[in-house]
């Protein structure tokens, strides 16, 4: 059980006011709101302990160093991992992705090879392919998916070939929320040879995540999706993998001797860990995993199904509301349309009554294309929403709908 009230107390900016209005936050699936602790320990930081890290033999350094190395420890142990140095902290799920596709992409993709990835990626996990395959004359194959949101995996099977080189699928769809089977993906990519990744952006908050249970060969996600700061972001990579990788950036730290003629690098995870990371933001990334393991992530996952089951049934009752992403087994992302109205009006109206709601393509314009519509107004739940915001969400619809009309 989650105890609401006291979750709220710890987000400050809950208590907004928007056009005289109390704030209704349900863009959770881009960035979460940060509790106090966090946001203190990002203060305290600045305040206390800044200093540049893994280069200093003084006091603030050695601190700094110990804290940043700490948090890559709390990371091993959140997603299970077999080793410490099988994290790497980035800058977010962006540049996880990129760093996979840039440096297996350098190593393992050849003329005529192929990657697969699914219909329903954020364009992060498919732009970052698309450019390696360009670079390295390799193409994409995309597993497509029904009209619930629900990946074909028999059309998955299909796609493999002697040629296909790695699998890069996201755990939940930022638009659909559809929960992918990914370990069933990884069975089967293995079963030809074939690493995964997985883009668990909108997977880590909501769900526990076990990347030995999993048995993923990467696995990237974001901080300020679960409660910590913007910038800072995590991949991790099994062992076997990141050895083999070359640099994806040049620079400090992530060099062992360097001279004119020839530079050798560090060892991981600091082979990919180029110039002065996000420290502070590394930290507070600790506090959040521990504000998250404080309220245990079953208990939020179970709290969010229940708010998800809660604003489903309230908003298909909507007259004209129609439900993009029906899978049977989702997280607390609802993605809508009313009637022929534009997303962007929705939004906007709602927003007129202090609800924020996310409207577009959500990054996943193919999304957007294989259901034939402009983009959809997106609500979006964390631990700290409540029934009483989607009430307030289904009378604004019904209040506005006649505009809309
Ligand atoms: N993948 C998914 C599924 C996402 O939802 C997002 C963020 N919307 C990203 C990748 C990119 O994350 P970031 O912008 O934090 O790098």
Redesign the pocket.
Known sequence: MVDIEKIRTQFKILDTTVYDRPLVYFDN??TTQKPECVINVLADYYRTLNSNIHRGVHYLSSAATERYEETRTAVQQFVNASHQHEIVFT?????SINLVASSFGKLFLHKGDEVIISGME?H??IVPWQLACEQYGASLRVIPFSDQGVLDLEAYRALFSDRTRIVAV?H???TLGTVNPIKEIIQIAHSHGVPVLI?G??AISHLAVDVQALDCDFYCF?G??MYAPMGI?VLYGKEQWLDKMPPYQGGGEMIKDVTFERTTYNELPFKFEAGTPSVGDALALKTSIEFMQDLGVENIAAYETELLHYATEQLSAIDGLRIFGTAPHKTSVISFLIGTAHPYDTGTLLDKLGIAVRTGH??TQPIMDRYGIPGTVRASFAVYNTKQEIDTLVTGIQRIAPMLA
Request: charge should be neutral; hydrophobic fraction near 15%.
């Open positions: 699936a881009a800058r977010g799920t962006t540049e954020h992060s996990n996201n939940v769809s930022n883009d952006a909108q974001s300020h999706k972001g959500h990054c």
